[in-house]
């Protein structure tokens, strides 16, 4: 091995973080085995839960293990995390209910736009419980007064919702898929 490689190695061998943080079903598992090797306290945040049922086994052991081994365990809502504590049976005094807002000096001064159709707009994990299939034939029956914008990404167990949702005839619902960045989400919300 050579000696530029062995310190490369060595270095990374050498980090040891006192915190891991895992934030979704899929990064449960990573977030758990770097914990445990590197002696860390584990903090699960769940942004956008699957429905019960939804995941594949594997991935639904992995995450239930991360919970339940996990120091502090983050929830956007205290709805969602008593479903998931029920689910996943992870320690009551372990939870954090967390709620995801925007801080006042992160939205953009807009000016008043009259005359224009009520804009919905969504963003977070996709699936026919958090955007209800009524809400979509709702707007639809406005008839173009107000219109839907969703952005984000299909919730596992949820594939193909997106495409049910809007169909090539309907206007006045639209997907913007994903928008990494916090600064970017926040800006396409106020351009609804």
């Known amino acids: 091995m050579s000696r ?18 895992a934030s979704d ?3 449960a598992w990573p977030g758990t085995l770097a914990a445990r090797l590197a002696g860390a306290r584990l903090v699960y945040h769940e942004h956008d839960s699957p429905q019960p049922g939804a995941m594949r086994p594997w991935l639904a052991q992995r995450r239930r293990a991360a919970a339940r081994s996990a120091d502090i365990v983050v929830f956007p809502n205290a709805a969602r995390a008593r479903i998931a504590q029920a689910e996943l049976g992870f320690a009551a005094d372990r939870l954090r209910v967390v709620w995801n807002l925007p801080r006042r000096g992160e939205l953009p001064l807009l000016p008043a736009r009259p005359d224009e159709p009520l804009v919905l707009y969504y963003h977070g ?29 299909e919730a596992p167990g949820a594939a193909g919702y997106v495409r049910h949702l809007v169909r090539p005839a309907n206007d006045v619902i639209s997907y913007e898929g994903q928008i990494p960045q916090r600064t970017d989400l926040l800006s396409a919300a106020a351009v609804s």
Not at 5 to 16: D, I, T
Not at 133 to 151: H, K, Q, T
């Open 4 to 21: 530029r490689r062995r310190g490369w190695r060595s270095a990374w061998l050498g980090l040891r973080p006192a915190v891991v943080y």
């Open 25 to 27: 079903p899929l990064g």
């Open 125 to 153: 994990g996709i699936n026919p419980e958090r955007v209800p299939e009524a809400v979509s034939r709702a707007v639809v029956n406005l008839a173009g007064r107000v219109r839907l914008r969703i952005v984000g990404r």
